[in-house]
Every structure is written in structure tokens, then in C-alpha cells.
């Protein structure tokens, strides 16, 4: 088959002008590598790798005008070909059925499918290449080599790999600048904020109402799409007030202030800088689920400081030493394992291998955390007021309930403050669920007297 060949699509479509170029520019860059030992050397240094190549797609999707389901699309007209890297010399014609392509696009229907095939050819990655009747298929010659093939091309999208690489890249360095922004606006937020607080606490607070006012101006949520634009005026406003907020602070301080050895508070007392943990509670994350049940059963002082603190690790039984009873129950399991997958037994579905112990609860529960869209933030703060066990206990009961439950994140951060307030506890939750299963078992058992 040549390149000239099937170049206008079956049925009622007409071929654009676009798309004759694009066939165009493929055929004579075939053309060029495929002239002499100097074009297949090219030939194959010009081989991509699809599935990077995928990705670089993906991050330049802005700029190639295309939607995420055209991706997937994609990506399934390009597992159709089985060669990992993809040779811009050779056939790269897939000739999928629509219902092979519609399973490899995660079910996709069939009209939605043919509006992102015909965004993607509209966008110049693949081309048509239609038989006389619109089927795709290859003929195969004696030697059951390839000798014509019909269906799309993939030609186009490898030759464009460096221009689509390049629009990731540029792609990557907006979003690094987008995110640079944003955490500039939100240090000169709390920085002002907090200029405007301590001058309060000294009584120059009516000096500085008319910043309030600004700042609470300049305050507004920022959307996760908002654009460069946007973010830099807001940036550029802040840095402004802030500078100003600044200036008026320091003119109310005197030389004697500025020039003293040792910071001191509003009451004239030295200020202790310690970075001590106790004392100035320093906020402790780690972001690796699996350490937070090695610590779960560590002491978290939450109270106001102590001159001396200590955090004692407990076993295995759920123990703390030195804590607080409130504090040592909201750690301590409700029940036993048992009876908790007895009144919630639908976690079992998400423990593989069975649930042995609290650590395959817990597992099994941030599994169930993430399927119910309840955010790692709302997550983490269950985990810190109620404990580890505790909060899986919760997410466990919460699947049992998920269809009568709107919102199961909000639903888990409202039971985490009314759990740091004291106002909740997840045994009667659990004895909840167990009375209602235990009235459903005697309700399927009741004899029929009618």
C-alpha cells in the first residue's frame, strides 16, 4: 500500500484541506527517511516510545485542543499496536472494530467515540485510511506479511512527537510558575494577616482597620483553573499591601525596639525561641499511610504546653502511657475485630487477603477512603482526633450506610469535631448497626400467619 492510497474517508465526510496536508507531510517524510542507510539510521533514532509519548499528549492537551476522552481514545488506538516503540518508517495503520475499540476506551459509546476519533483527526494525530466499504481489516499476501491495511493511522502523531514534546515541556513549566504564584499569594495572605493580628494585640488595631478591609478584599477563593493572569494581579495587589502594612508597623516601633538584643512580648517579658515541640507544638505530617498506623498509638500533645512532655510508643494492645483516660479511650479499639466486621461486614470485599488483624482493618479502610471520595486532609484529621483504629472503625461503618450518606467526607468531618469535643464515639455507632442487622435477620425469620 502506498501512501497515496486510501486518502479520502468512506461515506458522506469530506476531506479537508488540512487533512490532505497532514497526508502530505507524512508521505514525504516517509519519503526522506526511507531514502538510503543515512534515513533508516534516522528512521530508527526518530522511534518513539508510545507510552511516553502518551504522557507527553496528556500534559500538552491544552495546546493540541484536546479533551481528556479524546486521550483515552487514543491511547486505545495506539495499544492496537503491539510494538513499543513506534517507527515512523513502518505501517502504523490499527484496524480495531468499534467494538474492540469502544472495550480497550472503557466502554465508550459508540457516538461519543466517533466525535473524539473526529477530534483526533481534526487535531491532526491520526488519519483515515477507509477500504471501498468502510471496514477496517488487512490483507495479507502468502507469506502472511501485511500488504495493505485499512483503518487509522498513526503515522502523524510520531512524526509530531517533538513539537507535542515541546508543548509538554512548556506545559510543565506553566503549571511549576502557576504553582509558584499561588504559594506566593498565600504567604503574603498569612503574613499580612498576621502583621494586622499582632498589632491589634499591641492596641494599634484601629491604625490598621482600613488594611483589614483590604486584605478581607483581596481575600476571595481562587479557583484550581484560574489563569496566570488572575493569580499574578492578585499576587502583585498583596505584595503591594503588604509592603504598606509593613511600613506603617515598623514606623509605630522605636529604635530601642528594633535595636534590642532579645525579642520580647507584648507585656515586656522575654520570648522563649526555642523550637522545642512541646512547647510550640510544632505541626507533624507524614504523608506515607503506612507510618501512621506504626504511630498510631503514639501520645499527641494537643493540650496547652508543659515544661517537660513525653511521647511513650504502646504495643500492639493499644495502651499509651502517661496520657490522659480521654485521650487513651479515643485511641483504644471500640470493640474487637470481630464483632466491628460482624456489624460491618461489607469491608471484608476490600482485604484481598483477609482481615487477620487491625493492620489489614486499617489497610482495607483506606482503600474504602479513597473509593468513597473522602479527601486524605479529612482523612488525616480522622486519624488524629479519633485515632487509627477509630477512624477505620468509622469509615467502615460509614460504607455500611454509603447509599443513605450525601457527602461521606463531610459526614467523617463532622463526626471528627463532634469526636474532639468529646460528643462521639464509635461503639454505639457499631451497637447501632448490629441492632438494626440482628432486626432485619429476625424480620426474614418471622413466620408468615396470614
Given amino acids: 500500500m502506498t501512501d497515496r492510497f486510501a486518502?479520502?474517508?468512506f461515506?458522506?465526510?469530506?476531506?479537508?484541506r488540512a487533512q490532505f496536508i497532514v497526508n502530505e507531510q507524512v508521505r514525504r517524510a516517509r519519503e526522506a527517511l526511507d531514502a538510503g542507510a543515512e534515513g533508516r539510521r534516522e528512521a530508527a533514532d526518530a522511534a518513539v516510545d508510545k507510552w511516553q509519548l502518551l504522557r507527553a499528549v496528556t500534559e500538552a492537551r491544552l495546546a493540541l485542543g484536546l479533551s481528556d476522552r479524546a486521550i483515552v481514545v487514543l491511547e486505545a488506538l495506539v495499544s492496537f499496536d503491539n510494538e513499543r516503540l513506534l517507527d515512523p518508517s513502518g505501517e502504523l495503520v490499527v484496524f480495531p472494530s468499534n467494538a474492540e475499540l469502544s472495550l480497550r476506551a472503557r466502554g465508550m459509546a459508540p457516538a461519543t467515540l466517533r466525535r473524539h476519533l473526529a477530534a483526533l483527526v481534526q487535531a491532526g494525530l491520526i488519519l483515515r485510511r477507509d477500504s471501498a466499504n468502510g471496514k477496517r481489516y488487512a490483507r495479507r499476501g502468502e507469506d502472511g506479511q501485511i500488504e495493505a491495511a485499512f483503518g487509522f493511522d498513526l503515522a502523524p502523531l510520531v512524526m509530531r512527537a517533538a513539537e507535542i514534546e515541546a508543548h509538554a515541556a512548556e506545559a510543565r513549566r506553566l503549571s511549576r510558575a502557576l504553582r509558584a504564584l499561588r504559594s506566593e499569594v498565600t504567604i503574603h495572605l498569612r503574613d499580612i494577616a498576621a502583621i494586622i493580628r499582632v498589632a491589634g494585640e499591641e492596641g494599634r488595631g484601629r491604625a490598621f482597620?482600613?488594611?483589614?478591609?483590604?486584605?478581607?478584599?483581596?481575600?476571595?477563593?481562587?479557583?484550581r483553573n484560574t489563569d496566570w493572569?488572575?493569580?499574578?494581579?492578585?499576587?502583585?495587589?498583596l505584595a503591594s499591601l503588604r509592603l504598606e502594612v509593613e511600613k506603617i508597623y515598623l514606623e509605630g516601633l522605636s529604635e530601642a525596639d528594633l535595636a534590642a538584643g532579645e525579642m520580647k512580648d507584648g507585656e515586656g517579658k522575654t520570648s522563649n525561641m526555642s523550637a522545642n515541640a512541646?512547647?510550640?507544638?510544632?505541626h507533624i505530617h507524614n504523608s506515607n499511610p503506612e507510618s501512621h498506623l506504626e504511630k498510631s498509638m503514639e501520645t499527641i500533645e494537643t493540650e496547652a504546653p508543659v515544661a517537660s512532655s513525653q511521647r511513650r510508643k504502646q504495643g500492639n494492645a493499644g495502651q499509651e502511657h502517661g496520657m490522659p483516660d480521654g485521650a487513651r479511650q479515643?485511641?483504644?479499639?471500640?470493640?474487637e475485630l470481630d464483632l466491628v466486621t460482624s456489624a460491618c461486614p461489607q469491608i471484608r470485599d476490600y482485604a484481598p487477603g483477609g482481615l487477620a488483624d487491625w493492620r489489614d482493618f486499617v489497610k482495607a479502610a483506606e482503600t474504602v477512603r479513597s473509593m468513597l471520595g473522602v479527601s486524605p486532609d479529612a482523612w488525616a484529621e480522622a486519624r488524629t482526633q479519633m485515632g487509627e483504629i477509630n477512624a477505620a472503625i468509622t469509615i467502615a461503618a460509614i460504607l455500611e450506610r454509603a447509599e443513605a450518606i450525601r457527602s461521606p467526607g463531610g459526614y467523617l468531618r463532622r463526626l471528627t469535631e463532634r469526636a474532639n469535643d468529646g460528643s462521639f464515639?464509635?461503639?454505639?455507632?457499631?451497637?447501632?448497626?448490629?441492632?438494626?442487622?440482628?432486626?432485619?435477620?429476625?424480620?426474614?425469620?418471622?413466620?408468615?400467619l396470614s
Avoid: C, H, W, Y
Fill in 209 to 223: 482597620a482600613a488594611f483589614a478591609e483590604r486584605l478581607q478584599m483581596l481575600s476571595g477563593r481562587l479557583g
Fill in 11 to 16: 461515506g458522506g465526510r469530506g476531506l479537508s
Fill in 278 to 282: 512541646g512547647q510550640n507544638e510544632r
Fill in 330 to 335: 479515643k485511641r483504644a479499639p471500640a470493640m
Fill in 229 to 237: 493572569e488572575t493569580l499574578k494581579a492578585r499576587r502583585d495587589a
Fill in 425 to 448: 464515639s464509635v461503639k454505639p455507632m457499631l451497637n447501632a448497626l448490629l441492632a438494626a442487622k440482628q432486626k432485619a435477620v429476625a424480620g426474614m425469620r418471622k413466620p408468615d
Fill in 7 to 9: 486518502i479520502s474517508p
